[in-house]
């Protein structure tokens, strides 16, 4: 299991190509077991309720996404974004392969 802190977040759904996700403090986690890697992103301190609360109503919770590690790097994938309104925050989970780019 590999851990990185995230420094900026940047998703993409619905009608939104591009729309920056402001938290406090973020984690990506990528786990690898028997040959198979999942991955997914904690996001705690997100500012935004009403993206928090537009992804609480809408069924179509797919999101394109980039983030920033705080060592530079940067990941880039598909996921499901699941709010966590009352805690204001949200579990990001992936759909497939997470490209990380070279930086």
């Known amino acids: 299991m590999e851990t990185i802190e995230l420094i900026?977040?940047?998703i993409g759904y619905a009608q939104h190509?591009?729309?920056k996700v402001a938290f406090s403090k973020a984690m990506l986690v990528i786990v690898t077991d028997y040959g198979d890697?999942?991955?997914y992103i904690d996001a705690d301190g997100v500012t935004d309720k009403a993206l928090l609360s537009w992804f609480g109503q809408?069924?179509?919770i797919r999101v394109q996404l980039t983030a920033k590690a705080i060592t530079?790097?940067?990941y880039q994938g598909t996921a499901y974004f699941h709010p966590n309104e009352p805690s204001s925050a949200a579990a990001i989970r992936g759909d497939?392969?997470?490209c990380r780019m070279k930086v």
């Open 58 to 60: 809408n069924e179509d």
């Open 37 to 39: 890697k999942l991955w």
């Open 96 to 98: 497939g392969e997470l």
């Open 72 to 74: 530079g790097e940067e």
């Open 17 to 19: 190509s591009s729309y």
């Open 8 to 10: 900026a977040l940047t």
